[in-house]
């Protein structure tokens, strides 16, 4: 089964890697999903200086998806300056992922990411876990004024990944100032941010930062990405390519967010939980769900989703 994609005219060998934040933050890390099955090789966001992040625990998996507060840990973007260039040889496309703590750490990290050509560059609105820091993403004239800066510094196809809207005047508001920006990537869904996971048995939290509040993804996430999906593939009028992350684990997961409008998808919690291997078994669960279907390719159903 062809499934190939291509995001802003790179072309992806299979349109399933790794979600920002999952199994990507040191080298061997990202060594690891150089060797595996996987599309393409997407670092943790990167700040300008190494963190260590929050105390730990710091993630916690559950049935229903996981929760997590890492407090972007990193190696700073020097650090990845140097692996990235390294990380070629294992020829897929690269995706540096640029955060920061305020504007300036986006620019220097941007300077620094576009001079060793990644594929992609993907910045992150949307880290929910700094405390006094609100995701930019929620804030539609800050990550305008961001963007265009980044615009004037990145040379490789630039993208952002969004936090998930929840009213559609939300959504018509963000893809307007993107579309004025001129992205070429959406990357749609970071996880669902500060959520509160309870253990009733022990009477507390689940994990040490923030009083317990956290990040959510995994499988109770699905439907709010799906539904971030949908609305920026109509938006656009589907021609805005879209990274759909969020819930998928299961070939049928990823199959729902092609259905939506997704060209490629992202593993988080799935990732975490399951090491590299997953890959292989949703591209597995993937094929034998479009043979069945009798589609040729991934190509076929983008976007296709039926209303009543
Ligand atoms: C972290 C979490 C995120 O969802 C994100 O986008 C960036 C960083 C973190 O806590 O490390």
Redesign the pocket.
């Known amino acids: 089964m062809d499934l190939s994609t291509a995001i802003a005219d790179v072309r992806f060998s299979s349109c399933l890697m790794n979600a920002?934040?999952a199994l990507c933050v040191t080298r061997e890390e990202l060594e690891a999903l150089g060797e595996c099955r996987s599309g393409a090789i997407v670092t943790?966001?990167m700040t300008p200086a190494f963190?260590q992040?929050?105390p730990e625990p710091?993630y916690y998996s559950f049935p229903a998806g996981s929760i997590?507060?890492?407090?972007?840990?990193?190696l700073g973007y020097p650090a990845y300056a140097r692996i990235i260039p390294e990380l070629r040889r294992f020829e897929k496309p690269i995706i540096a992922?640029i955060?920061g703590l305020s504007p300036p750490d986006f620019l220097e990290a941007a300077r620094a990411i576009t001079a060793v050509s990644p594929d992609l560059i993907e910045v992150?609105l949307?880290?929910?876990?700094?405390h006094g820091r609100p995701?930019i993403g929620y804030d539609v004239e800050a990550s305008r004024a961001l963007l265009l800066e980044l615009k004037d510094i990145v040379t490789v196809p630039m993208g952002v990944?969004l936090?998930p809207y929840f009213d559609p005047v939300h959504h018509e508001a963000a893809a307007r100032m993107l579309q004025d920006v001129g992205v070429d990537f959406l990357s749609v869904i970071?996880?669902v941010?500060n959520g509160l996971v309870v253990d009733p048995d022990e009477e507390r939290v689940v994990i040490r930062?923030k009083g317990g509040f956290?990040?959510l993804?995994g499988t109770m996430i699905k439907p709010v990405a799906l539904a971030n999906v949908r609305a920026f593939w109509k938006l656009f009028d589907g021609r805005m390519p879209i990274i759909g992350t969020g819930g998928i684990v299961s070939g049928t997961d990823v199959f729902e967010h092609v259905l939506c409008g997704a060209s490629a998808v992202q593993i988080g919690t799935a990732l975490v939980d399951e090491g590299v291997g997953v890959f292989q078994r949703l591209e597995q669960e993937l094929s034998e769900l479009l043979q069945r279907k009798g589609y040729a390719s991934l190509s076929d159903c983008r976007g296709t989703l039926r209303e009543l």
């Open positions: 920002s934040g943790k966001s963190r992040g929050n710091r997590n507060s890492m407090g972007l840990p990193n992922s955060a992150n949307s880290c929910p876990n700094i995701q990944k936090p970071n996880s941010g930062p956290g990040g993804g």
